[in-house]
């Protein structure tokens, strides 16, 4: 068991839950991992159950939120709380943490999706450096944390985060809360409707879509990155060679493809200038580019702190993608990293709270309507020269630059919105109740 990257040793102390980091279901020998959500020891009650969110696991409930039902003036929308009998809830134990509870005690999925829940929020409140407001916070106070097996999917909304499997494996069923990527990615999706809200009308930009789900992805990858195991499982497996295969490109949006989603892909903008479909797709092109930028800065943080060569890095960059840069560069790398293995991870936890910082900030400056992804591109340079003097304004601009970010166009939307069972991004997650 590891413990969690999350703060600084001096901070007050949290409340304490097992997570898995990485699905238990892709890999039998999943590790839990001990994490230190923010609220502090008996601020979180049964459920779990805290000042910002609550688990309720709900006995009996079939519809989910967001659907439209009918009610006393009129057919509306189906939203928290719920009001009927639940299930035996989480319980803290005598030191107010949730740690006791074993994967096999059905209160297991309720405690692991409230922990993956508040963790992803610490994260991300972090790099903003204040506290992310709900979207619905006009409605509800708190977040709605729901259990809800019959549904094929994970999906936030208006005052809810509800999570259910899938049973195609056999027919076992394999619970979404038990993904910390899934319920991250959703919170996600949470942050950016907080901070950069809805565009003005229906027929919004694809781009803005699309960067919903890069984001949503982007929250996800850094938030998991505070792993411990998930940080040394890297490093090992690669021996910092980042290009290769890594755990950081696996990461799955279950709920919507049924498949294990890329981050390092080569996707370009420009495959989209007759159209799109749906907006996972159009989303790999800027998270393409953001992971690209990830493993940049870490090299150039390796070469600060003298763990890799000038002569390395330029040799990196000379063999980039050509055949022979696998054979070559990992020769290299598993070298430097026996060296040094403890500098490779300085590096890389620097480079993921620096870009962590940037998207917040970067964030902050979107606004929703005619949103692309070339805005983005913006964001990030002027972050970066008011953050660091403009130190990395190639490595942002060359990445946006490979992926034709700037160069080409998105065409126009290619099926109805209606009919693309594939998108979750559509009014369920984002409208306020009756309009
Ligand atoms: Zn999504």
New binding site residues.
Partial sequence: MYHSECGEDDEAPGTRFLLFPQSPFFDDSAELELVEISAPPGTIGPGPSGPRMYTVDPVGKTTPYGAIVPGPDGPGMYLPPWDGFINVPAMPDADHNFTHIPPSDPAFEAAHLFGSAHFTMDVWEGYFGRPIPWHFAATFDRLELSLLPSLDNAHIGWGFLETGGTREHDGEYRAYSLNFDVVA??I??AIIYSVIGMPSDENASGEYYGF??SA??MVAILASLHFGSVVEALLENTRGNLYTYNRLNRFA?L??TAQIRMAANDRLLSDFERGWSS??ALSEPLTGAMFDILIDIFHERLLAHGVITPEIEELSDRLEGTAGYGDVMQGIFDTRYALNPEGFRIALLEARDLLGSYLADAWDMLEPDGLSYSHVEEALLRVDRDISGGAYQQIIAGNFRVRDIGLARVGPRLVDADQDTDS??ASVRTMAPYG
């Fill in positions: 990615h959703e996600g999706h919903h789900e949503a992805d949006e709920a919507n907006e996972h979750h991004a």
